[in-house]
């Protein structure tokens, strides 16, 4: 079963690129902004398409630009040179068509808000109707198994319950394509395993395009379907490395043989990119 | 018994509670003088301790000072009054006991001051203009309503400084050399061009009490509606939220505690604002009113007793913002 939906993936991606254009399409981007000691280069002609339903892992040191890579796509930064598409159009079109949820590191949960209240927020904003954002708020905090915390503050939850409710937050108006920065980097390995698994499971459920920051080797080889590895100074592409493992993979495939191979290219690819000088 | 174990301090009970025991024994077989050294600085050492305790001793030692220093103060008026009635000798005794009785001392005694309060506050009714619940309701409506015109005053002024950006640095200067002016000396200008305008009566008080009040309210509203961290503000850029949508979702609700800090001093300065007014426009009554009729008569004890009842009336507003605070810290999940 597991290489049919193996198979299956291969497949979709195939055919992907010829009948769907791509959700994010990046032609030589550069970002360069102004410090106090001279302008600094973010990020230096990136190409980089992403295909509906992939699970695409950046990757790489600090500064090496892959957040801020994330928030080019995300319209919160604005590049200075290139072109770049999301869903076919500019970011800022895609940011108004509200087509992607956006998963920061920490929860960034409103304090005054209980849970359903803030997994309401982006409807309230958007402008559903009450019942039906009742409804929504219902589904995703169960998606994220945390029904029955409807009516607590963010204050009463765990860290990582708190990460699960920004999760929701961001799945609670559906949108396509999820961006994730770091989402678990503030999180103990347990919990992180835990929620790593989860995301996956919410991913083949809803079939959406994922772009996800990470500095961790083993999350990003176990969550991607392409692992984009970054090096610093100034922030760019190393290496795209493919990493097709079942789309319900669990973490027991961290033992395999073929697991430690792609994390190997990784750790090898992090290590030439960074350059010490 | 336990002599070398234990040194001869005053308050062993501070640092070892433990030790209560055999601070009891000792007490005991000791001579009857330690004993009751020892059982002295328990006491105070327990007082300490208590959550009352401090209070009480703080309060305590503020009276004993404050009889020491009518004593003192008086002394000088009470010799020449024994001096006029024709006495040439006096105790000791005499003398203290005059200074803390005279009809106007220099500093009086706090009994007095209490003696006066329970006159003019439970045995006067509240009608007469020798209430001091007469005055008060005027002074505190003055300041209640001035409160309102400042605290708004204050929220709208926050409002477009956060949201219009040369408004900041054209209005902010402004804002601030207002509040350089003594407000002793601007008081009867405001008082006399509001005459001119034919507003008279409560609404220049107000104004007054406004002008104080206000700018706490502006200084914290703008940090508060300032206060949301940039992730908390690029969640609202991701959804394409609306600057009006932003201030009603995430600025309003984050800026609350800073509100409710600022209102407990603006509260207050409306308080004083409204005092500073009255004795200027002091043929309506209210607490600065009495402090005016006071001093020109040299009625010490009835000023005393109307700055304490001044007191109590700023300390029950700060208590009831505090209590507005509460009551939505609760609501909005900032009480844990």
Redesign the interface.
Known sequence: MNSAMATDRVEAARQAPATTPPVIAARDLSLTYEATDGPVQALSGIDLDIQRGEFVSLIGPSGCGKTTLLRVI???ETASAGSITVNGVSPQEA??N?S???V???P?L?????IAGNVG??L???GYPKAERRERVEKNLALVNLTGFERK???QLSGGMQQRASIARALSFDPDLLLMDEPFGALDEIVRDKLNEQLLRLWDLTRKTVVFVTHSIPEAVFLSTRIVVMSPRPGRIHETIPCDFPRDRTLDIRETPEFLEIANRVRHGLREGHSYE | MTESKRPPSDFPDIFSRGEKGAAMADAATLPAMRARRGGASRFFAALWRGAVGPIVVVCAAIVALWYLGAVLMNADLQRSAFENAGRKSWTTAELVAGTLSQERPKLPAPHQVAQELWKTVVDTPATSKRSLVYHGGVTLSATLLGFLFGAGLGVGLAVLIVHVKSLERSLMPWIISSQTIPIIALAPMIVIILNQLDITGIVPKAAIAAYLSFFPVTVGMVKGLRSP?P??L????????SQA?TFW??RL??C?PFLFASLRVGVAAALVGTVVAELTQSADGGFGARLLAGSYYGQTIQIWAAIFAAAACACALIAAVALADRIVARR???A?
């Open positions: 995300a319209d919160l940011r108004l509200r992607y949820g956006y920061f590191q920490a960034a409103y304090p005054w808000r209980s927020l982006p309230e904003i958007m503050f963010p204050w | 961290d992730l908390q690029d969640l609202m850029r991701t959804y394409s939220a949508q979702s995430l609700p984050a609350v909005m999940g900032y844990r």
